[in-house]
Nanobody
Framework: QVQLVESGGGSVQAGGALRISCTAS??????????MAWFRQTPGKDREAVAV???????DYSDSVKGRFTLSRDNAKNTLYLQMDSLKPEDTAMYYC?????????????????WGQGTQVTVSS
């Protein structure tokens, strides 16, 4: 089992920055967190992948955040970070951390087994 806890969300004005964190724990955290991802969701919409960290350490981003968001990782703390710069009102969403990647597309929420409770990011214009 893996437990994921997100933190660091909040409210910021457009153009500002936030860093959100996801800390993993549990007996499976070493195995199931090699590949992780951040998704976001707004009411009435599907969960959308914004950034993925593959087991090889490669990162990839959705077109909507590329160049503004940056993943980093502290393995000693079992923590994945998402630095979000130049935030826009359309970045407003609940952000979720995902682990337990099962294969195929890393941008598909269906391919992750473990999820955190989410952290809210609100960007005002």
């Amino acid at each position: 089992q893996v437990q994921l806890v997100e933190s660091g969300g909040g409210s910021v004005q457009a153009g500002g920055a936030l860093r959100i964190s996801c800390t993993a724990s549990g007996s499976g955290s070493g195995t199931f967190t090699k590949s992780m991802a951040w998704f976001r969701q707004t009411p009435g919409k599907d969960r959308e992948a914004v950034a993925v960290w593959s087991a090889s350490g490669n990162t990839d981003y959705s077109d909507s955040v590329k160049g503004r968001f940056t993943l980093s990782r502290d393995n000693a703390k079992n923590t994945l970070y998402l630095q979000m710069d130049s935030l826009k009102p359309e970045d407003t969403a609940m952000y979720y951390c995902a682990a337990g990647y099962t294969g195929y597309s890393r941008f598909d929420a269906a391919n992750y087994n473990y999820w955190g409770q989410g952290t809210q990011v609100t960007v005002s214009s």
